[in-house]
């Protein structure tokens, strides 16, 4: 006789995150090395960090993928470069609008002046 198990909908979707997490596990790895740690795509290993981002020369949409920058701040950004030419410093950044120190701090390396 075939028995059916019945699951109440919490235990049902559980079960389903479970089955997911197990194949999105699989989908990552492609394999273990020789000492059995796991080896992950190229795509999912940390690479070199980027070049920093030329202030100066930086488009609309470069400046659109820095950290804290939305559409506003990268149009801020290009309309100070238009009016008062390249910047000298990154601490230049400062006299934009909607840019304050903590936001300097946390752009870092990732941003220069050449």
């Not at 197990?22 to 273990?32: P, Y």
């Not at 939305?70 to 934009?96: C, D, K, M, N």
């Not at 300097?104 to 990732?110: C, N, Q």
Request: no cysteine.
């Amino acid at each position: 006789m075939i028995e059916v198990f019945r699951l109440r909908r919490s235990e049902g979707r559980a079960a389903l995150l479970l089955v997911a997490v197990v194949l999105l596990g699989l989908a990552l790895v492609e394999g273990f090395s020789d000492t059995g740690e796991i080896v992950l795509p190229a795509e999912f290993q940390r690479a070199d960090p980027p070049e920093p981002l030329d202030l100066n020369r930086a488009s609309f949409s470069e400046l659109l993928a820095l950290p804290g920058i939305g559409p506003t701040r990268a149009e801020r950004i290009l309309q100070y470069r238009w009016v008062h030419g390249p910047f000298r410093s990154l601490e230049e950044l400062l006299e934009v609008p909607g840019i304050g120190p903590r936001l300097l701090e946390r752009l870092g390396d990732r941003v220069t002046v050449r």
